[in-house]
């Protein structure tokens, strides 16, 4: 068979490899087709072929990619998934890969339930943690679907500000002074007292100076903290006054300024839409209010438990812990710790200004929130106060 495969095409390996020869008289090779010709095995053209006569091909062969394969793949038994495989990042092959892969015995893959049980109506945003596989993950009943899913950044503080029930103010002094040796604390406070000046350069009165030094001496401690304020002057003095009252030498402020006013806002414009519809003065202190408790001017604010969770995950929690302190105080501003102190007492702490207009229902100075974060990861939230009560008087 190869010899005779070799005959019938040496004239035209003869004629590709005399093209370049000096004689302009190339000969003609007729080749007549005697018998059915069979190729059993590959050829391979290594460089280019020349035919100068036409040549007849009775049926079409059309090869798209060359295919090899060496061994069979037998499955003995059955494969059941019973879950979704994703592949999160593309795969790139350069070259060929072979894989050789024998199922002997049968593979199951267990759903979700039946790790963590059912997901009734009665589990409703429930998230529970398991181990699977040597990982530790999160899941949430979702409320829609009654399904497990992946538990979200959302879905964990949501779970973890439900848990805490915060009811009233606690003491910051009391949290410092509770925090176990394996926990972290967060503060987020508004600032102390500030006198008639309103703008970003307004500073702290006297009395506000007052404060925050007392409120640092209550938390005295051989451990330094990390302090953060927004750009605006009172909030920096407030921590600088902090620092001072606990003899904290290492002192050396940062400046967030995603705790300045306006974080919970979506369209700055729109709020000050509704803020000129108000009436009977302190417009813009009933609009945020009315959207802290009510959710109202959703086109306004962003969803308050995304916005929240976004501010503790992508920029309070990080600087905090790259600080690599045990303790941290973020000093705010009070147009933005209200909707903070309204998501995480869920509504049980009234500061429902846009109702009676009481400063009562307004949230105090060195007043705000707290994070107590545990050895093994988990939160617990409570609304903090660094002056005796956590409202106006």
Known sequence: MHKKLALLLLPF???????DSDSSDHGVAVVEEADTLSIEDSVLIRDSLVIRDSVLVRDSVVIRDSIVVH???????????????????????????????????????HDVEFYLGPCATEHSDVVKSVT??????????????LLWRVATTVDMTNFYVKTSNVLDFVDVATLYQDLAEDEKLVLILRHAERGDDYSSKGPLNENGFKQAESLGVSLVGAESFYYAGTHVVRSQQTCEYIAKGRNDESFVP????????????????AVSTYAANEKGGWENWKVITRFAYEGAYADAFYAMDLRFSQLMENVVLPKFNDSGKRVGVFISHDTELIPMVAYVSQGNIDLRFHETTKFTQWINYLAGIAVVIRADGTQVYYAAKGLEKGTME
Do not use: H, Y
């Open 71 to 109: 061994d069979s793949v037998a499955v003995r038994d059955s494969v059941s998934i019973r879950d979704s495989v994703v592949v999160r990042d593309s795969v790139a092959i350069k070259d060929s890969v072979e894989i050789s892969v024998q199922f002997r015995d049968s593979v199951e893959v």
């Open 254 to 269: 940062d400046t967030v300024d995603e705790l300045a006013s306006g974080w919970f806002e979506k369209d700055p414009d």
């Open 132 to 145: 699977i596989n040597g990982t530790e993950r999160s899941f949430v009943c979702d409320k829609m679907t």
């Open 13 to 19: 390996l003869w004629m590709a490899c005399s093209e």
